[in-house]
């Protein structure tokens, strides 16, 4: 078990520019969440998917982001045509379906600065 | 909506001494999971204690433990034994039980540790 892995851990792009991230869950976890965090703040919820069905989706995921998990397994969070308001951290976070309680397992994140 | 407060944006603590965190959640739920993470520098997010809202007894994780308060809508954390490894911003985050993945999360307080 390594964890949940997301990459880039850092990235800077110029606004109007596309950005995409990648999570790679717990390997046996078939719920992966994204959230983001602004300075100061506390994470918010984005969407989820269980194994490759997206089932839910914010209010805060604006037609600019999608996002993808094509194969149950790792997902991409794509941002189209950056604004510096989409400057944040990206967490990506796993759990299992059931018998965890609701926990959920987060990576270090992708921080994006959006110049 | 269910919102969640954490009234102390910093606080200090001497090595080997107690501290308690505050957090306060509003609901009409009476279903729903409460929970502490740990966010190091490192950026991950890190599971310290987790309590369910049918659980009457207060949730108790080595040095830490909550006061769970179901009445008040209260559930602070207790970290006794202070660590400079515990030094962190640390989020308190509600979720309803019918939620598959929606945990809503407190601004965070920052936690320092003096030697």
Known sequence: DTGVSQDPRHKITKRGQNVTFRCDPISEHNRLYWYRQTLGQGPEFLTYFQNEAQLEKSRLLSDRFSAERPKGSFSTLEIQRTEQGDSAMYLCASSLLTGTGKKLFFGSGTQLSVL | ?115
Not at chain 2, 17 to 44: A, G, N
Not at chain 2, 72 to 93: N, P, R, V
């Open chain 2, 1 to 115: 909506a269910q919102t969640v407060t954490q009234s102390q944006p910093e606080m200090s603590v001497q090595e080997a001494e107690t501290v308690t965190l505050s957090c306060t959640y509003d609901t009409s739920e009476s279903d729903y999971y409460l929970f502490w993470y740990k966010q190091p520098p490192s950026r991950q997010m890190i599971l310290v204690i987790r309590q369910e809202a049918y659980k009457q007894q207060n949730a108790t994780e080595n040095r830490f433990s909550v006061n769970f308060q179901k009445a008040a809508k209260s559930f602070s954390l207790k970290i006794s034994d202070s660590q400079l490894g515990d030094a962190a911003m640390y989020f308190c985050a509600y979720i309803n039980g019918g939620s598959q993945g929606n945990l809503i999360f407190g601004k965070g307080t920052k936690l320092s540790v003096k030697p």
